[in-house]
């Protein structure tokens, strides 16, 4: 078809006018602010490796889906103002006992399971039954959020039968997973439409407010205990270069524990601009590559790297600082250091002509513009958390590494004896 731009059905009347259809974009942006924060709640309670990838993964793309929902739902004569409102009680409720998920399978069957296919099949229908002409641009940002929404479905059930494959607990996550249902079910579905009752749902988990964890997890059954000091390969390579090539695939498949750091500020800071969640949200996925980078170079040498211990420091040892304080040091004390010392072009360089790493040399180059990107983030964002400006940030951010270094420091000590 050429006629309408290849627009299909263009006769038809559409089932959304233009208040209907911002009233039930605005659950979907909902729904997907929702599943973000309770990712980056979670994330440092989380066990299985792979789950933790993809978590970094699907929250960003949740914040990217919600990005283009804020920019649509203007459009369609709404309040930007109304961008800050949660549409429904019921909704915000399913996500404030969401995040009491206390295990990897809790959180996996009732994201992967009920929630993200009940988003899928919404969206599909909203694409079909709005007017194809005047909601075509509603249409191409479902269009997007559904080839994201059918990849982390099938991505998900197989995550669900290797966790259920190897779990020795009777619990699969059917309870938590129905109970999900259950107030996705009292708040009318995804779009609200679907049947309502006045008997409104009881809180069951969320009578107690969630507790980030202070220290951040590791699956005990398969990976190695957590640390606080880096501990390389074993057996370290002889050469000293493979020694350090070796070393250096280590630290970035450690920087799983920046992802924690970060989601943790994610989750605990309220009142900021959505700006600030989306390029969290960003950060996050950014570090979790970083980590795939360090995973995929040792395994491409044939190291092992998942028995070996699990270094957690950059959250651990900063989990009860304020926000303002942890996000500073890691985008302004790391990041912006690595910036001002070219530490980041040097190992790129030297992964380049020293090791002579392809791979890695490739890995570094990445890694070097996401830290340019991150280093933006911080003097963008850590003035506006700390209400300082950035000369006052950066004072703060050394003190902040100074403490950091003291600790780790305090732990090699420990270890040595």
């Not at 404030?96 to 009940?118: C, F, G």
């Not at 070996?308 to 304080?325: C, F, G, L, M």
């Not at 790391?334 to 030297?350: C, D, H, P, Q, T």
């Amino acid at each position: 078809m050429i006629e309408y731009a290849g627009i299909h059905n263009p006769y038809a009347v559409g089932a959304y006018g233009v208040d209907r259809n911002a009233a039930v974009l605005q659950r979907y942006r909902a729904l997907h602010e929702g599943l973000l924060r309770a990712a980056a709640g979670q994330l440092p309670n989380r066990d299985d490796w792979n789950l933790r990838i993809g978590m970094c993964k699907h929250l960003y793309e949740d914040a990217e889906a919600a990005e283009q929902l804020h920019i649509r739902i203007p459009e369609l004569r709404t309040s930007s103002a109304t961008l800050t409102k949660e549409p429904d009680a019921r909704l915000t409720l399913l996500f404030e006992e969401l995040v009491h998920a206390r295990t990897d399978l809790e959180w996996a069957s009732a994201v992967y399971e009920v929630i993200k296919p009940a988003m899928l099949a919404a969206f599909r229908d909203h694409a079909a039954k709005t007017q194809q002409i005047v909601d075509q641009p509603t249409i191409r940002l479902l269009r997007t959020a559904m080839l994201d929404l059918e990849d982390q479905i099938a991505w998900g059930r197989e995550l669900l039968a290797s966790l259920r494959s190897a779990s020795s607990e009777p619990e699969d996550g059917a309870e938590f997973a129905a109970r999900m249902q259950s107030f996705l079910t009292a708040a009318g579905g995804v779009s609200g439409e679907g049947p309502r009752s006045t008997d409104l749902p009881r809180r069951w988990r969320s009578n107690e407010p969630y507790a980030i964890p202070k220290t951040s997890k590791r699956c005990a059954k398969t990976m190695g205990p957590t640390t606080l000091i880096r501990t390389s390969v074993e057996p370290p390579p002889a050469d000293p270069i493979a020694r350090e090539l070796a070393f250096k695939m280590r630290v970035r498949q450690e920087e799983m524990t920046a992802c924690d750091l970060i989601a943790g500020v994610l989750y605990t800071q309220r009142n900021m601009p959505w700006a600030f969640y989306r390029d969290l949200a960003r950060h996050i996925w950014d570090e979790a590559r970083h980590a795939m980078f360090g995973q995929a170079a040792l395994e491409a040498d044939g190291y092992e790297w998942k028995s070996r211990p699990q270094y957690t420091s950059d959250y651990d040892v900063n989990a009860e600082k304020i926000p303002s304080a942890k996000y500073a040091w890691l985008s302004i004390g790391i990041e912006e250091g690595a910036m001002v010392s070219l530490g980041k072009k040097k190992e790129f360089e030297w992964c380049r002509d020293e090791a002579k790493h392809p791979l890695m040399a490739q890995f570094q180059d990445y890694d070097w513009a996401d830290e340019v990107v991150h280093a933006n983030l911080g003097r963008k964002w850590a003035p506006d958390l700390m209400g300082e400006p950035i000369a006052f940030v950066r004072e703060v951010a050394q003190k902040e590494l100074a403490h950091f270094w003291s600790e780790v420091q305090r732990a090699e000590r420990k270890a040595a004896t």
